[in-house]
């Protein structure tokens, strides 16, 4: 056998590139079948939006409306409006935070990454350390602690917390400003900038990528946030898109299309934004973890 | 000479003063140094300590307490009896139950999904690692159910195994079987739950992708060259060498999949059901089970007990995380 291989090698190669093209053929179609898998779904729920009440709730699934298209559930969808005023309470629920939140990881990374002082470096061993921290251990003593100073019932406890950086946006960012060169620094302080002008002036613009990383990641964080509303909302109309989402699902427990219209509908602004930031979504993600991307 | 003894004199008082000044502005400079970086870089700390910090004391405290509601000064000093009902059990009519150590159960069930996740994460990051044409277009595709929230996933996971109305159930009656209540039942509800789970396996496998691209190319030519398997070289080279990002997704996995609760909470619609014989929740994992105790039913739970369930599927993290640490001495190679 080897001896064949070895005197005919213009078969051998022949052979390996027919292989190639069959090694090519079967990862195409697991690619293929997984991509299916990842996309079935959603055109079950969106075909689903456009059926009427009762095709929807026939016990044989169609893929496609027989009896014919309609747009009403996803009319009903936006008439009812808790969707859109949930979307509204997750923007504004989210941006200030997200803004502020990463002004203070810049400002944190920046002294972190570029200043010298005492306690600096085991100050981000303990930090790095909190995020082992199991959410589940504080769980039930945040809601009383937010009870007990009178925030349930208001949007401060998935707002305020935010506000002082996170330590995950901090570590990223960290890394990023690494890269930035000292010598901008010491001139700028040889003009007799402060800090803090080094900071807005010199390295948030430098750093403009990895902010717009982090605001990504964590505006997606803060989008698909269940477990935080779920915790500390009551007000109906305070509920998060999230929430308003699932309320609208038990409420409406009859109407199927409108059901799948929704949450069609609630995905969608996620899925556009992705679709145009993907290139910072992926980065981000595979450079949040620690590991080099 | 006594001019210039007094100027000498001068001198060394003038140079002295100076000598000092220096001392004193160079240690003025570090103590402002020190707190421009302290005054820089401590708010994620404070943050931290106000809203994490914080309730972590309070949760020591509130594990020793009994409260049903939510207004603090009605708790009540019980000593270890939370943390008796949570590892021991509670005597019933019906016998002894043991409610902590089912839904640790539930969620050990549930974190089967986590080898069974990372295989399907490197299989695809092996698939997109070839270079294939298209591999940028599977990649997107692959990656959607990371931005898809878990609220919207679940509807639709729902939906699909919906007794009346699902796809699954209507391909099943055609085929001539009978309609299977999914979600309702004790005997498919995990398993279901961990099925949907590989929905997002193309998600997981990002960090596997980027470590694959890394591994280098020439140990595997060099083995190659040698007559190695493609099998073989990927359990003695690949897989050795992406390792540390295998450690690292793994750990994060057992820590996130030890607090699942999200997706049933949603499923069973903020319910327990569905109950098997014994009359335990199938849904109700570790977490969900503190959720319940607090926030569902704080009357007949309360927030002691919670907390006490808490601090014990804290500890029970912990050990598995140090597990894993202590375990991965043996097949984590930092050196590759």
Redesign the interface.
């Known amino acids: 056998m080897s001896k064949k291989k070895m005197t005919t090698p213009q078969n051998g190669v022949e052979g390996q590139k027919k292989q190639t093209v069959k090694?090519?053929i079967v990862?195409?179609a697991?690619?293929i079948f997984?991509?299916l898998?990842?996309?079935v779904?959603?055109w079950?729920?969106f075909a689903?939006g456009l059926k009427n009440i009762s095709e929807?709730?026939?016990?044989?699934?169609t893929w496609w409306p027989k009896e014919g298209v309609t747009w009403l559930a996803y009319k009903r969808v936006f008439e009812d409006g808790s969707l859109f005023l949930g979307f509204k309470n997750t923007l504004s629920f989210s941006l200030p935070p997200l803004f502020i939140g990463m002004f203070?990881?810049a400002?944190?990374a920046?002294?972190?990454s570029k200043?010298?002082?005492?306690?600096?470096d085991s100050?981000f061993q303990?930090?790095l350390l909190?995020m082992?921290?199991?959410?589940?251990?504080?769980?039930?003593?945040?809601?009383?602690?937010y009870?007990?100073i009178g925030w349930?019932g208001t949007p401060y406890p998935l707002m305020?917390?935010g506000?002082?950086?996170?330590?995950s946006a901090?570590f990223f960012l960290r890394q990023y400003m690494k890269g930035i060169p000292n010598e901008l620094i010491e001139a700028a302080k040889i003009d007799g900038m402060g800090?803090f002008g080094i900071?807005t002036t010199i390295i948030i613009p430098l750093s403009a990528p990895a902010l717009f990383t982090q605001l990504i990641l964590g505006f997606?964080g803060a989008?698909?946030n269940?477990?935080g509303p779920?915790?500390y909302l009551i007000d109906e109309d305070m509920y998060t898109l999230?929430i308003a989402?699932?309320t609208l699902?038990?409420v409406y427990r009859y109407d199927?299309p409108r059901?799948?219209a929704a949450?069609?509908v609630?995905?969608m602004p996620?899925?556009i934004?992705?679709?145009f930031a993907?290139k910072y979504?992926?980065k981000g993600?595979?450079m949040s973890?620690?590991?080099?991307? | 000479m006594t001019e210039i003894d007094v100027s000498e004199e001068q001198q060394g008082v003038l140079q002295k003063r100076s000598k000092s000044k220096t001392e004193i502005s160079r240690k003025r400079r570090e103590l402002k140094r020190n707190v421009e970086g302290w005054l820089f870089s401590c708010w994620p700390f404070v943050g931290f300590m106000l809203f994490s910090g914080i309730p972590f004391v309070l949760s020591i405290f509130l594990s020793f307490t009994e409260l049903h509601s939510f207004d603090i000064l009605e708790w009540e000093f019980v000593g270890f009896d939370n943390y008796k009902w949570v590892l021991f059990g509670e005597q019933t009519e019906h016998g002894m139950r043991y409610e902590f150590w089912h839904s640790l159960k539930q969620t050990l069930y549930y974190c089967l999904s986590i080898p069974l996740n990372l295989v399907l994460s490197l299989g695809i990051a092996v698939l997109l690692t070839r270079h294939v044409k298209g591999t940028k277009f599977f990649r997107t595709v692959l990656f959607i159910p990371h931005v898809c929230s878990s609220v919207g996933v679940s509807m639709m996971w729902k939906f699909i195994f919906d007794p009346t109305y699902g796809v699954i159930n209507s391909l099943i009656r055609s085929a001539g079987g009978q309609t299977i209540d999914f979600f309702g039942s004790p005997d498919w509800f995990m398993p279901i739950i961990i099925l949907t789970s590989t929905w997002s396996a193309g998600a997981g496998s990002l960090l596997f992708q980027a470590a694959l691209e890394n591994v280098n190319q020439t140990l595997i030519e060099a083995a190659e060259l040698d007559g190695g398997t493609p099998t073989k070289i990927f359990f003695k080279i690949t897989l050795p060498s992406i390792s540390p990002t295998l450690f690292y997704v793994l750990t994060m996995d057992i820590i996130g999949g030890l607090q699942c609760m999200g997706q049933m909470q949603i499923i069973t619609n903020g319910t327990r059901n569905p109950y098997n014989e014994q009359g335990y929740s199938e849904s109700l994992s570790a977490v969900y089970l503190i959720y319940w105790m607090g926030f569902s039913d704080p009357f007949n739970y309360g927030l002691g007990l919670s907390s006490a369930a808490a601090w014990v599927l804290t500890l029970i993290i912990l050990a598995f995380t140090r597990l894993n640490f202590w375990l991965s001495k043996y097949w984590v190679h930092d050196d590759v």
């Open positions: 090694a090519k990862i195409y697991l690619l997984y991509s898998y990842v996309l779904p959603f079950i729920i689903s929807a709730a026939e016990p044989v699934f203070s990881s400002m944190a920046y002294g972190f200043m010298q002082w005492r306690g600096r100050l303990f930090l909190t082992m921290l199991p959410g589940c251990v504080t769980m039930t003593a945040s809601r009383l602690l009870d007990t349930i305020i917390p506000m002082f950086g996170g330590i901090v800090q900071l997606l989008y698909n269940y477990m779920l915790l999230q989402l699932r699902v038990s199927v059901q799948m949450s069609f609630a995905m996620m899925l934004i992705y679709f993907q979504i992926l993600i595979s973890s620690g590991l080099k991307g």
